[in-house]
């Protein structure tokens, strides 16, 4: 037998997680889109929305990750995610010199909880 589930978490005889991330991460972002009004709505503080993302994203996104060995490309992979969601938390920031608009790429200083690679590394 090449690959089963057990607990709804695919197993393989070679210990090969790219399927399990992937499918994690497809309901990771059906999740996302589901809260996506609630992420981006300016009548939620910012300490909720992390709780929304903590509580509803996060774990079904990380079920079954401790058995999880990952890759570089996996770990990419989360981040990329977890930077998506973190985004529409934190909105965009207007660059005081220009006056534009733009995205947020120092996301960790705003975030103080373990990034999500870190929070699979610790369990």
């Known amino acids: 037998m090449e690959q089963f589930k057990y607990l709804e978490t695919a197993l393989t005889n070679q210990n090969s997680i790219q399927n399990e991330t992937k499918s994690r991460l497809q309901s990771g972002n059906a999740c996302y889109h589901s809260v996506h009004n609630l992420l981006s709505s300016s ?24 058995t999880w060995s990952l890759t570089s ?8 995610l977890e930077n998506r969601v973190l985004r529409r938390i934190f ?8 006056r534009q608009w733009r995205k947020l ?3 960790n200083d705003l975030y103080c909880s373990p990034n999500i690679v870190r929070v ?3 369990r």
Do not use: M, Q, W
């Open 91 to 98: 909105g965009p920031k207007r660059d005081e010199a220009t």
């Open 105 to 107: 790429h120092d996301l």
């Open 43 to 66: 009548l939620l503080s910012i300490n909720l929305k992390i709780k929304i993302y903590r509580t509803i994203i996060l774990p079904v996104v990380l079920y079954g990750c401790g």
């Open 120 to 122: 699979i590394i610790l």
């Open 73 to 80: 490309r996996e770990e990419r992979r989360l981040r990329v």
